[in-house]
Nanobody, 119 residues
Framework: QVQLVESGGGLVQAGGSLRLSCAASRSIFSSYAMGWYRQAPGKQRELVALISNGGITNYADSVKGRFTISRDNAKNTVHLQMNSLKPEDTAVYYC?????????????WGQGTQVTVSP
């Protein structure tokens, strides 16, 4: 069983930055794509950023140019660097892992980490 553990959430002012990290319990990075999702109160969960096992990235339009996803296969970790944060980025952010396919369908989920951006 794979476990994903997120960290790095918190409270930040608009315009600030946060870096989220996700650690996997065992090595799945060689064959899994990793994605960051978020869910704001009253809204559906949405895919924010995706990185394939080969390092190809994809972003939601709302975060392009502000967020960067990266992965360290040697350390079984994936990161989400979030810059120029806006109040509308406030949500619970979830790390996910799934086979490399289109569309991306997560197999594993983390427990989520809260990100709150104040005006």
């Amino acid at each position: 069983q794979v476990q994903l553990v997120e960290s790095g959430g918190g409270l930040v002012q608009a315009g600030g930055s946060l870096r989220l990290s996700c650690a996997a319990s065992r090595s799945i990075f060689s064959s899994y794509a990793m994605g960051w999702y978020r869910q704001a109160p009253g809204k559906q969960r949405e895919l924010v950023a995706l990185i394939s096992n080969g390092g190809i990235t994809n972003y939601a339009d709302s975060v392009k140019g502000r967020f960067t996803i990266s992965r360290d296969n040697a350390k079984n970790t994936v990161h989400l660097q979030m810059n120029s944060l806006k109040p509308e980025d406030t949500a619970v952010y979830y790390c996910s892992a799934g086979l490399v396919r289109v569309p991306f369908i997560p197999t594993y989920w983390g427990q989520g980490t809260q990100v709150t951006v104040s005006p």
